[in-house]
Each structure stands twice: as structure tokens, then as C-alpha cells.
């Protein structure tokens, strides 16, 4: 079984800075998100959702009608990996307006 290493506090924070749309509380960061309309918030979640199956890591998802909340945290290490920072990014690139 392998593992992945916690992040240190000085890591998480320079991590938070790439990710301005994230906060920390605790061992995890979360985002909310704003879709243009209930069926596009459902379709972002459908896209993370894949996004979180390849990557075998997987957020907590809040749904309040347009607004969307991801809460990232590697449960099996007790707080924030490498994991997290990588799926934050990804839902931040899919949460991206397409030009």
C-alpha cells in the first residue's frame, strides 16, 4: 500500500498561492464555484467527477443550486497531499470559462 506524504504548512501555503480561489480550514481547501445555471453546475461536476476517478482521489461535493463547493482533503493521510493540490488545478482548469 502506498502512501502519500502530508504537506507541510510552508508547502500548503505556497501551494495557495497558484490556487487564489481556494481556502484552507484545517486539513483541507475548498472552493465555491458560481455555474451560469443549475444544468451547467451539475455538468462541472460530472467533469470533475471523471476527472477525480483517473486520478483515484475524490473531493467533497456541496450542491446549492447554482453554487458548487469542492472541499479537497486526503483522508487516508489525516490532511492536504500532493493529491489535493493536483485535484484543485484540475478543477480549476474545468471550471475555466472556454473561450
Known amino acids: 500500500m502506498t502512501t502519500t506524504p502530508l504537506l507541510s504548512d510552508t508547502e500548503i501555503s505556497g501551494a ?3 490556487l487564489p480561489e481556494w ?19 451539475i455538468e462541472l461536476v460530472r467533469r470533475v467527477a471523471v476527472a477525480a476517478e483517473a ?8 450542491i446549492r443550486w447554482r453554487k458548487v463547493t469542492f472541499t479537497l482533503s486526503t483522508h487516508s493521510e489525516g490532511g492536504l497531499t500532493a493529491l489535493d493540490v493536483a485535484l ?12
Open 88 to 99: 484543485a488545478h484540475e478543477i480549476d482548469r474545468l471550471a475555466a470559462p472556454s473561450d
Open 55 to 62: 486520478a483515484n482521489h475524490h473531493p467533497d461535493i456541496d
Open 23 to 41: 481556502t484552507r480550514s484545517g486539513d483541507s481547501i475548498s472552493r465555491t464555484i458560481k455555474a451560469a445555471t443549475f444544468p451547467a453546475g
Open 16 to 18: 495557495l498561492t497558484s
